[in-house]
């Protein structure tokens, strides 16, 4: 049974990472079709940073999820603490829209936000795409934060008030930098599913607005450049840079959380 666990497990990786090295690789090989035999160059990341089109998708994507990932970590940290400190029904009711928000597909959100939009008379836009993009990050966001700050030892908090802090100076000295790595966590979270969002983008950018799923999408319709695979190689590299990072913020959460068991104990 375990033998048969890994290689379900091996055959996962597999089918996730193998098709990220090929487009590595390809970004390196000088066939404009991705084929072999290879020849290593650089020129499709010169030509890479001479695509204005593709640049400046890029950006814009970059800024509309740093915007929406910003959005959804302090309306989502607020909810998240909203959440944990009450146990009533309106909770409950926020718990299942918040899941509803996630089940429901894409599609039919995108579709629906733009129908709610028209009908309020303000249509595609900057604004709506901020709006719309938010709404569909922010269950992620407040499942992160709502699970760290519900595993946070309470005795530190009421350490900290015997000692004479108010309950809010005891959040932002205490409870806060513990669920700062969930909060970075969750944002980025936010950031990343934002910059993959087609669908909502599609529906509720301004005609003509292209962030950089849009513009891949055009692209590939009328032809597809090796410079894509270029960006996507620079795109995964951040995010592995984002992914370790985030890895030594919880761990310093770790160090801090092991200090207040050495000093109870």
């Excluded at 529906?203 to 597809?224: D, N």
Aim: glycine share 8%; proline share 5%.
């Amino acid at each position: 049974m375990t033998r048969n666990l890994r290689l379900c497990v091996f055959g996962a990786l597999v089918i996730l990472y193998v098709p990220l090295l090929v487009v590595i690789l390809m970004s390196f090989n000088e066939s404009p079709y991705g084929t072999f035999p290879f020849s290593f160059t650089l020129k499709w990341y010169d030509s890479l940073l001479g695509s204005n089109d593709l640049l400046l998708a890029s950006w814009r994507s970059v800024w509309l999820s740093l915007v929406v990932g910003t959005l959804a970590a302090i309306i989502g940290t607020m909810l998240a603490i909203w959440r944990v400190a009450t146990s009533s029904n309106l909770g409950v009711a926020t718990d299942g829209l918040l899941v509803a928000t996630v089940a429901v597909p894409w599609l039919i959100l995108g579709i629906a936000m733009l129908q709610i939009f028209n009908l309020l008379g303000i249509g595609r836009g900057t604004v709506p795409s901020i709006a719309g993009n938010t709404v569909v990050v922010l269950p992620y966001v407040v499942f992160v934060v709502v699970a760290r700050l519900r595993g946070l030892d309470e005795n530190l908090v009421d350490a900290a008030r015997s000692l004479g802090a108010t309950p809010i100076k005891a959040f932002y000295r205490i409870s806060l930098p513990l669920a700062l790595p969930a909060i970075i966590g969750g944002a980025l979270l936010a950031f990343v599913i934002c910059f993959n969002n087609f669908t909502i983008q599609y529906f509720l950018l301004p005609l003509g607005v292209r962030t950089l799923p849009l513009e891949i999408y055009s692209q590939v319709r009328t032809g597809y450049s090796p410079a894509i695979n270029a960006l996507a190689t620079v795109i995964l590299g951040t995010t592995v840079v984002l992914a370790v990072i985030l890895e030594r913020l919880g761990a310093g959460s770790r160090q801090i959380r092991a200090k207040g068991n050495s000093w109870r104990s």
